[in-house]
Structure formats: C-alpha cells, structure tokens
C-alpha cells in the first residue's frame, strides 16, 4: 500500500530518555513535515524537508532533531525529553502541487511521565 | 502573515441534520488555497474538501460543500444529512500559492458530535 508510515504508533517513556519516532513514505513525495498536536488538539509544524534538505524549522527546542536520510525518510530525534513533550507527532508529505493535500501518517502518541 | 480562524470550538446535531462549520482567514494573497480536513477518534487526518481561491464556484464532495466568499476571507464547510460517523475535529487550513514550502496555516479546529 502506498501510505506515510510511522512507527512507533504509542511510545511511553520516562523524563530525561532520548527516543525516536522514524517517518517513511513511499509515495515519491519530495517535501516532507513533523507536526506536534498538543491536548488542545492545536496543530504546530516542527519541521519540513524538501528532498532531504531542511527548509523549514520553526522554533523548537533543540533537543529535537530531524533526520532525513533520504527523501523518502524523515525521522525524528527527542533527547531529554520532558513532560511538555507529550503529545501526538505527525508525519507528513506533500507531493509538490499547491492543491495537493497533506498525506499523514497515523501519528504517535508520546507520553512522558 | 496569514492567520486562520475557527470560531466554533464545538457543535453538535443530530444524525441527518445539516450543520455549517465556520472559517474564516486573513492574508493580503490572491492566490491560495484552502482546505477542510477531518480528524475522527482514530486520529487520523483526513482530506474533506479543497478550494482553489482563483475558481468561483465552491467545491462540493458528496454530502460535504463548502460557501467560499472570498472577499469576506470565509470558507465555510456545510455537511448535509450528516452521519455518526462525521463525528471528528474539523480543521480549516490555508496554502499560500507561490510557497515552495506548500506550508499550511491550520485554525485551531471545531469538535463536531453528531448525536444519534
């Protein structure tokens, strides 16, 4: 099935652990995004990526780091994380038209105790 | 720079009633795009409906439609005979055209009940 894939879909861990989420399409899209969604269901863009190249990093703590080792991957890095940190992280991608829509992946619900 | 609103944090209807979600954004661009897009209990994003701001008439898909006035900035999103299943977050969203980045300004969203 063509889909944005991301994996892990629930990921409890404890304050102060580094994890990731990892982010894969396989729909050819070039740019490709990290959205957090808080409690209040606000949709935030973290980052975005055009064919491997960051383009957009809006302000985010640097203990979040994307990595995209190729155009058809984008994963996310948190080290040290936080209570604030819980949330649901999409992935997403776009396939390069204006009229497109966003292609997401089911997300991942982080929580942080 | 362009900010979108949704002024309706929650309705509710009953099943078949017809119910309109409000939206309404601001920017100085002739040239955008707007989307609706559905995030039931499941959470996942799901694409309702788009709207070229070049194109007068308002998109319609199936039981969903949308009343674009694009000189009040609104785009409005009109279900009609809706369903349990349109129970979900409603989210407006804006694309600059001309943005190489296909960035999206969301609105905060509308929580949609329908009732059985």
């Known amino acids: 099935d063509t889909a944005v894939s991301q994996t892990p879909k629930y990921l409890v861990t404890q304050m102060g652990n580094d994890k990731s989420i990892k982010c894969e399409q396989n729909l050819g899209h070039d740019t490709m995004y990290w959205y957090k969604q808080d409690s209040k269901k606000f949709l935030k863009i973290m980052f975005s990526?055009?064919?491997?190249?960051?383009?957009i990093n809006e302000t985010v703590p640097n203990r979040f780091s994307p990595k995209s080792p190729d155009k058809a991957h984008l994963n996310l890095h948190i080290n040290s994380l936080e209570l604030g940190d819980s949330a649901v992280y999409f992935c997403a991608s776009n396939p390069g038209h204006y009229n497109s829509p966003l292609h997401f992946g089911n997300g991942t619900r982080l929580t942080v105790t | 720079a362009q900010t979108v609103t949704q002024s309706q944090p929650e309705m509710s209807v009953q099943e078949a009633e017809t119910v309109t979600l409000s939206c309404t954004y601001d920017?100085?661009?002739?040239?955008?795009?707007l989307f609706w897009y559905k995030q039931p209990p499941s959470r996942q994003m799901i694409l309702v409906i788009r709207q070229e701001a070049y194109k007068q008439q308002n998109a319609t898909e199936n039981r969903f439609s949308v009343n674009f006035q694009k000189a009040a900035k609104s785009f409005s999103l009109k279900i009609s005979d809706s369903q349990l299943g349109d129970t979900a977050m409603y989210f407006c969203a804006f694309m600059r055209g001309g943005d190489s980045n296909y960035q999206l300004i969301w609105g905060a969203g509308t929580k949609l009940i329908i009732k059985p």
């Open positions: 990526y055009n064919n491997k190249e960051l383009i």
């Open positions: 920017t100085s661009e002739s040239n955008y795009y």
